[in-house]
């Protein structure tokens, strides 16, 4: 899907309206619901939200696009950006007008409705981060993308001793050993 930068921006404003001005969400999460909310819809239908890029950055998945929109939805009077330093994640945000979310889809707004109450009401901006940390994260270079898929990755263990006995067992029962 090629990135649409006018959903993308309506998501932005979307979730800053729904979640902004509550104490303690601010950029971090921002960029994790962003994520999540992509990567889990990509998962149930192939397709993201608006097509936007993601990278490995420090504190997690940030997709690229995100401080210029940030910036125009600024400037547009949509929403102001409060740099809120000594209040754990510096960056907050405020809606100042409604956002227009005529072009997203039923089950887009009930995926990013999940991931804002979810991530706003469960997580710390480093509790998140760290459940954004994954296998594909951590496998990926600063600054490399992440494709959607890559929250899928894992790694494989050997099995414990008492998975391998329950295993051996089986294939006894099956007559494969």
């Known amino acids: ?68 929109v940030r910036s125009e939805l600024a400037r547009e009077g949509a ?28 089950k887009e707004k009930q995926v990013l409705d999940y991931w804002i109450d979810h991530i706003d009401k469960d997580h710390t901006a480093a509790s998140i981060s760290e459940q954004s940390h994954d296998y594909g994260w951590e496998i990926a270079e600063m ?4 494709p959607l898929a890559a929250f899928m990755a894992s790694r494989i263990r050997s099995p414990n001793e008492i998975e391998s006995e329950e295993i051996r067992k089986r294939a006894k029962e099956l007559g494969l050993i």
């Open 143 to 146: 600054g490399e993308e992440l």
């Open 1 to 68: 899907m090629d990135f649409d930068r006018e959903k993308f921006k309506a998501v932005v404003h979307y979730i800053i309206w729904k979640a902004g001005s509550h104490h303690k969400f601010g950029a971090t999460k921002l960029n994790k619901v962003l994520w999540f909310a992509d990567a889990r819809l990509y998962m149930l239908t192939g397709r993201p939200i608006s097509g936007a890029t993601y990278t490995r950055q420090k504190w997690g998945p940030v997709p690229k696009q995100i401080m210029p």
């Open 79 to 106: 929403i102001s950006i409060i740099d809120s330093r000594g209040d754990g994640d510096n960056t907050k945000f405020k809606a100042l007008t409604s956002p227009d979310i005529s072009m997203l889809s039923e």
